[in-house]
């Protein structure tokens, strides 16, 4: 018998490498655009506490709204998506997708600082991968 633990790592290993999902996200990516609304070291408009960690951004025209998903922009190049962070809000009750691109591990663990430090909103990373999975592939 597979413990849960097991179970759980062959599960994760197999949903964060579906290189179909990345080429995807990258196309949706590039071809959208962004805007920087917070420059990395600015403080949020409504939590003074917060600072943000990198520049923050919305692809432009994405999720049917001008100000779209969320990108966190990190120091290497703004054309490598590294990973995508969920984020669960029990105040908004939202469930968010926000990218991160170019960005380092140590930008990766300061977003992720950034966005857990309110009990009311908890986060998960997902890291990219290039593999692809039986179940990634389609039909034909």
């Keep these: 018998m597979v413990s849960f633990t097991a179970y759980k790592r062959g599960i994760m290993a197999v949903y964060e490498n579906n290189a179909y999902f990345w080429q995807k996200l990258d196309t949706l990516y590039l071809s959208s655009g962004f805007t920087i609304a917070r420059k990395k070291g600015e403080r949020h408009p409504e939590f003074a506490n917060l600072i943000y960690p990198v520049d923050y951004a919305h692809l432009n025209d994405t999720n049917g709204v001008a100000d779209g ?15 995508l962070v969920v984020a669960a809000d029990i105040l ?28 009311y909103q908890k986060t998960v990373l997902i890291r990219r991968g290039r593999e692809i999975p039986s179940w990634g592939e389609t039909d034909s």
């Design 69 to 83: 998903v969320s990108v966190y922009l990190g120091s290497k190049s703004h054309y490598v998506i590294t990973g």
């Design 92 to 119: 908004k009750k939202t469930l968010d997708i926000k990218i991160l691109a170019g960005c380092t591990d140590e930008e990766e663990k300061a977003v992720l600082h950034f966005l857990n430090q309110t009990d």
